[in-house]
């Protein structure tokens, strides 16, 4: 990294761009208590590809930037030079309904982009965390997802084509827009949950879904949690096709969503019951309002920035006994710990120490995620820590053990990006 | 081949493991696209992954160019040798490791062929969702570097969205395990780059795979139209109407005659069938079957016959599958061309495609994937007539450039391989394969791993880490360092 200082840094950026596209950084633009020197909001992508090539030359450590939602996911960077934001650049939404498509710039919201789509009964069917305010950007650089990835999958599974800045102040494209489609490297994919590490993506291209006609909800209730993972295997070597499984802890409950035509959303909410009840498990179906205030909570608790998130991903078959480890370690530790989430695909999500009271000691909470990891690697899967309590900081590895393929991953870090500053040592696996 | 380098090959595989004679590499000289051929030096078919990484580490050590090859089927010259270079085929690797029904997973090696697996997960009610035309013999490793589709791809997507991990050799010998039997694993999504990567990344040795479930209900109708431009229509009106079918077919009438001849499917005498299948839950394929039937009426469709059971789907598959393999029965020779268009041009690049046969004076059969506008045009040529051959390819190449104008893509599912690399700066600028190459360079700094393919003309990565040694490439004056 530059020797030079913070405010050389500023007055640099200031002298090229002036204001309004750079500007001194305030309150509002830390990241877990570090200040960048510089705040860049570029309005047109010859502008980003610009800043981001004199950043390169001047060594500046740089933090691409859509609504700031996911900023203290993962490491954050040692140094902060300039946060680069991608939402004041212009750009419409090219929406092409009759090809199922819709070219997005990077710094448009998700909820924007849905209402613009909804007007030809269409929509990019990804349900993140913060989806009010996240933008496309952010939303592809750590490949968030949501409830409805049990249907549809996650960015990297509906992107088709990307436009990115690279860090030479170059703009390259990759895949098209069309849905099929082979030709060259599929760098779109690649940069989906790349955390920025390697390029900023300026505009990318999804494959849309129609929006169903009809939603049904079934609120499956156990004392346990167990009898519901048990009810999650069932559901998955059933027909039944549900948008969404998700777990919610305290109470534990099992919500399943059918998105479909009206008639067989009732049909599968039916054949659900069913199987519930074959379970043991209590179960009734809501739908309308009351089913949009089910998830609307369960969407608000997903998103909540209390305490330390862990994501946990095993095999589908494995999350029974993960429930039962994670109790086991919070009792031992004595730590608050709750997991909820996408219980069918194998990816649940721990809240550690929500709340004031039930901070845990860093030590404590070292050694919590250590046990959900170690557990996890045991099994073939993995622990990320996905946003850590600020107060903590920076006790935990957020990464863990990424394996053999590290050095191919640092080798493509270092090809990409030479001068390592581009989010340095906050890409996945610290690269 | 030096002798020298030809032992140690013999010496890192099981007898009858590496091939040098004349006769035996004839086999390699091509895959599917014959036309394109080249002489190995030498042929290995490694029993096991740890042969296949002591053959790689071989050929990085020597500097020797190789190419690995699954079955073979590929079209687009992907697995085309380099001269004098080693062919790694993969066929002996043909094990599945591991089934597991309640995860939905199956873990292979790369000789496996497509088929084989729903073969083995269908007792269970599951199946393997990619499904190309060649799945009777083409091989999972193939799919892996050719990112293969098939005719459910609207719904289902492509090899790329059923690859949960792979064990890998790289370029230089390191064995890798990328993603895995559990999802988000952490790291850089280096998967989503070597699935499509034709080969020019690694070596895949083991690949673990999502299954899926047979869906309780499946419809197939096939009707007839009197034109492509109506038939395109319905696509369109289906699609409007929010259905995403399972799959959307469309032949034309050279190629309904052709197939007709070929397997008997029993097609209509119309300009063009569609075949749409939907498939799903009982009730939601019923509902929307009721649209597709109506839809199809209204735009005139001349017949309609819907398949409800097994044996009656596949006779209409098999009439599709068959399509470019019953060219054969109309032609002497034919070019088979792969392009992809946003699907809303489709009737304009037919347009163009007609024009052109009327210009070219060769028949041009269309089959298509019509739900995700990939075209399969189908140029018939007379091999022996002097110049036919090299028209053909002429003409096949302008309807490349109509899907790259119209916005598509040059390949939907063949691949770029050796024979669509000329093109790629027609759909890519030079940064945007500068971008691509970085990838590349960070894999194959060496550019051992299948060269010659995907990038339109060779090119060196620069720092070669260790010593400076003359590329293969370079001393054959093909490329020069820069």
Known sequence: MASSSLDTIAQAAHARWGTPASRAAGPADAILDQLPAVVLEPTTVPMLADMLRW?????????????????????TPPRIGAVLATTRIDGSIDHCAGDLTATVPAGARLEEVNAALAREGQWLPLDPRLADRATIGGIVATNDSGPRRQKHGTPRDLIIGAEMALVDGRTAKAGGRVVKNVAGYDLARLLCGSFGALAIITRATFKLAPRPPASRTIVASAPQARPLADLALALLSSPLTPAAIELQSRPDRLLLRFETTEAAANQQAAAAEALCGAHGVDASMVSGDAEAAVWREHQADLSSADGTLVRVAVLPAQVGDVLGHAERVAAQHALECRVAGRIALGVVYARIGAGEHTRPSPESLRAAIDALRQNAWARGGSAVVVSVDPAIGHVVDPWGDVGDALPLMRALKARFDPNGILNAGHGPGNI | MDQRFLDELGAVVAPGGLLTDAADLFTYESDALVHLRATPGAVVLPVSADEVQAVVRLCHRAGVP?????????????????????????????????????????????????????????????????????????????????????????????????????????????????????????????????????????????????????PEAVLTLLAGFESIDLAGEAVSAIIGRGIVPAAV?????????????????????????????????????????????????????????????????????????????????????????????????????????????????????????????????????????PGQAEHAEKVASEILLYCIEAGGSLTGEHGVGADKKAYMPKMFSTDDLDAMHLVRCAFDPAGLCNPGKVFPTPRLCGEVPGPYRQHPLERAGVVERF
């Open chain 2, 249 to 385: 077919e469309m032949m034309d009438r050279l190629t309904i005659q052709a197939a007709e001849a070929a397997v008997q499917p029993r097609f209509p005498d119309a300009n063009a069938v569609l075949i749409v299948e939907l498939d799903g839950p009982q009730a939601e394929v019923d509902e929307q079957f009721a649209v597709v039937e109506s839809v199809c009426r209204a735009q005139g469709a001349t017949s309609m016959e819907i398949a409800r059971d097994q044996a009656h789907r596949e006779r209409i598959w098999r009439g599709r599958k068959a399509a470019f393999a019953a060219m054969g029965r109309v032609s002497p020779n034919y070019y088979v061309q792969d392009g992809v268009v946003p699907r809303t041009k489709l009737p304009e690049v037919l347009r163009r495609i007609r024009d052109l046969e009327a210009r070219s004076g060769l028949r041009i059969g269309n089959v298509f994937h019509a739900g995700d506008g990939n075209l399969h045009p189908l140029i018939c040529y007379d091999a022996s007539v």
């Open chain 2, 66 to 214: 190789f190419v690995a090859r699954g079955h073979g089927t590929g079209l687009s010259g992907g697995a085309l040798p380099v001269e004098d270079g080693v062919v790694i085929g993969l066929s002996r690797l043909n094990r599945i490791l591991d089934v597991d029904i309640p995860n939905l997973r199956v873990t292979v090696e790369p000789g496996v062929t497509n088929l084989e697996i729903t073969r083995r997960v269908s007792p269970f009610g599951c199946y393997y969702a990619p499904d190309p035309s060649s799945q009777i013999v083409c091989s999972i490793g193939g799919n892996i570097a050719e990112n293969s589709g098939g005719a459910h791809c609207l719904k289902y997507g492509f090899t790329v969205h059923h690859v949960l991990g792979v064990e890998a050799v790289l370029p230089n010998g390191d064995n890798v395990h990328i993603g895995g039997a559990a999802l988000d694993l952490p790291g850089l999504d280096l998967l989503s780059v070597i699935v499509g990567s034709e080969g020019t990344l690694a070596v895949v040795t083991k690949a673990t795979l999502r299954i899926l479930r047979r």
């Open chain 1, 55 to 75: 950043a390169n030359a001047d060594k500046v450590a740089v933090v691409p930037r859509g609504a700031g939602t996911k900023l203290t996911w993962g490491r």
